[in-house]
């Protein structure tokens, strides 16, 4: 298992480097002038271009320039913005709101995807099922834009049960409708999995075992079943919170929740490629590791499962 | 299974009778030669006889029809001018004269609709060319070769693989096609298309690459091989015809997630924008409205979802139909 | 060997209420499908009592593994569904039993070894966890003393190094150890009837032996009903006291192991033991029994293999041959038994 994950993470390390050059070079090398709009309606003063371009090693090559920063980040140090303001803490100030939002998401996604999924994959073609099978149909059609604009249309201004938008920092409950928003589809798909996957199981030899030993149907189900359907629908949730802390632009942005995504799209439009270029370094790293995390996750979950 | 209210939307209804061949002369029932009665069908006969016999399939053929004919001769739905608006009609709403009501442009609403099918559907379908061909050649050829070859490009699909989609798509496009940079329709469209495929290909490569590594080993492809089958041989008569299944089914479902992928850019500002009209353009027109004027987000959302839901819904009845287990 | 009371196979047949320890009376079951209805049960009928080993033998599709599923109640239902007959044990009906009743009896009463242990064991528990539940969740004992248990079950089975073994996971065991593991699980509740559903099939010809002679030992120390299903009549020579063979859903014949394997009573039966390749016939062409099993959603009107029977006449067609007195304990489902018997 050591050697496994030493192996992993060396294989991680060309991935991260790929990822991070791509979007240095999109935002980077660029043609056109990284200073067009930076001051107002009037081209930026010669002496504010000059400091910037050392700043950024704007005159070296594109490789240069993304060593040096990569060094600077090594240390921990992101980088400000055109404007002066450390990247660091703007990063500190939005990205534990978009962590939060992630975890009531994931929340949302676990209780009513798992719950709506063995209900529905023990009692198969019932009333339930369809309904079930219909409306995770819907939730995966549904983009979250329209999800969201929906749900703030009903429970914000038709109902008033919410506040359209949420308080900076936002509390748990305000986040309840966001999250759902954002695990929607997510929980359609663990709704789904953990149909099959207990519909799968339920024929197994090893359930009749249980059920010849004579054991009641509570702990034939609640113990058997459940624990081997469940490692294909706990690895998923684990993938899906490496990609939920990537950001949640669109409802981060509908909801005015300050994340990292809201950040991150707000520094797309106002070209601040230093921003944008060290979200995404952190937000490629999580998701590579959440990875990494997931399939130490299944290994331990299934003991059949050996990594060397 | 006798619950018959609601079955029948999602689940095989049961045929009424035994299939035909069971009629046969009953005095010889049981000989040998009824033994054809049994004949085994193919996979895809057999997956056939199962999707016709869903609703759902027919459901969902009979939307992608009517959106691909809507995409393609929009003027048999409608007469009126979809870019045609004068502001005395700004937010009218549903009327008579105009089903779905009027824009802020005074624009008719429903005529953009109909219009707006062919640039969602177009990106979705070149998208989903593109990624299909791109990925599943790459996964083929990973697969197939092995060794150090697929490690590369494998990793290679990684690096694309790591990046968030929708922030990746933004980034690209907003490098690319920047807000005022008055692009052309076909330009904008093909923009659009590139990032997607850029962002989705190593997920059909992956999907291709398992199955080829499965079926690799398979006894039949190794006895071409030792027939003296040429590789090309294998990869395009054996190989590729017996890996195309699952890509099929996944390429169904990616065409209704790439008009969702359009309408989420679009709605974002960094897809496609005027004049070209898309369900996404409209909603993001329409976003600012939506609490005077609900309609105007009500209406592309609805044929929106409904395109989404048709190819998801097709994407499942034939996954289904091609999966055995779930027979 | 112990004491074998071979009864008549006409007094299983009567229900008459006896002291047997698991009696299948008139045993009906269908399986309803979207293509039609399968019948894979007519009517079957058998008996076992304290200490004694009853074959029951038959191709695929016969339905000897769908009775074992049956009596134990792991029938999936639907598809499958009993339409008619009774399972008594210990004189108790047990398909009109409650649920609860028939969960008491299932280990306690009656347990089975199943064919593929890989698949039958839960890959995510040890096998100490799997035989242990048992312990604690019927008898409510500790966590401890149910690990001291399965060791030493473990060890009746004669799985060396028992108590590192434990706590093994089941893909960690060779083919022949994870059915004795197997075979310690479905004894740990001290069963009066063990149903084994083609035990060895999944195992090398050399391991079979030694889990047959561990099955036979069991079975003779504890005194338990043995049921051993099987296709293969070379495994139940040994071991068995009678044999039931059974074909399309019925038993065809019924007979005392010695019996049958000298004078067998039914054109099916004599064309099972000409299939077994004999040594002293080196060199000759193997012989088969023509045609193939019938489908069960058509099984063919009459004798339900005279298709394939080279004793057929016109009576096999029309009449469905009843299993009858043939001989002292034997019986044969055949129009023509006697003839067999006599080996025209």
Redesign the interface.
Known sequence: MGRYIVRRLLQLVPVFIGTTFLIYWLVWSVPGDPFAGKCGDRPCPANYIQVMTEKFNLDKPLYVQYFTYMKNLLQGDFGSTFGGRSINDLIAAAYPNTIKLAFVALAVEALIGLTAGVLTGLRRNGFLDNLVLVSTLFLIALPTFVTGFVLQYLFGVQWGVIKPTVSNPPSFTELLIPGFVLGSVSMAYVARLARTSIAENRSADYVRTAIAKGLPMRRVVGVHLLRNSLIPVVTYLGTDLGALMGGAIVTEGIFGINGIGREVYRAIVTKEGATVVSIVVILVLVYLVMNLLVDMLYALLDPRIRYE | ?S?P???S????P??EQ??AP?ATA??N????E??R??KPRGLLGDAWRDLRRKPLFWISAFFIVLFLVMAAFPSLFTSADPSYGTLSRSRVGPSADAWFGYDVQGRDVYARVIHGARASIMVAVLSTLGTVLIGGLVGVVAGFRGGWFDAILS??A???F???F???A???L???N?PGANRGEFEIIMLVVLSLVLLSWPVSMRIMRSSVLATKEADYIVAARALGASNLRIVFKHLIPNCLAPLLVYSTILV?SFI??E??LS??GVGLQSPVVSWGVM?NES?NY??VS?YL?LFP?AF??TA??SF??LG?AVREALDP?MR | MSEVVITDPEFSMTGRPSGRLLEVEDLHVEFRTREGVAKAINGVSFHVDAGETLAVLGESGSGKSVTAQTIMGILDQPPGHVSGGQIRFHGKDMLSMSEEGRRKIRGHGIAMVFQDALSALNPVFTVGFQIGEQFRIRKGMSRADAKKRAIELLDQVKIPNAKQRVTEFPHQFSGGMRQRVMIAMSLALDPEVLIADEPTTALDVTVQAQIMDLLADLQRERQMGLILITHDLGVVADVADRIAVMYAGRIVEEANVHDLYARPAHPYTVGLLNSIPRIDEKGQELRTIKGLPPNLMRIPPGCPFHPRCPKAQPVCVEKVPPLRVVGPARGSACHFAEEVLRGE
């Open positions: 299974m619950d209210n609601m079955s939307m999602v689940t095989t049961r045929a035994p299939t069971g009953p005095t029932a049981g000989l040998p009824n033994q009665a049994d990793r290679v990684d690096i694309f790591g990046l968030p929708v922030l990746g933004i980034v690209i907003f490098t690319f920047p209704g969702g992928a309408a989420t709605f974002l909603i976003q939506i609490r609900l987000l959302a929106l979802v989404v839901l998801v819904m499942e287990k």
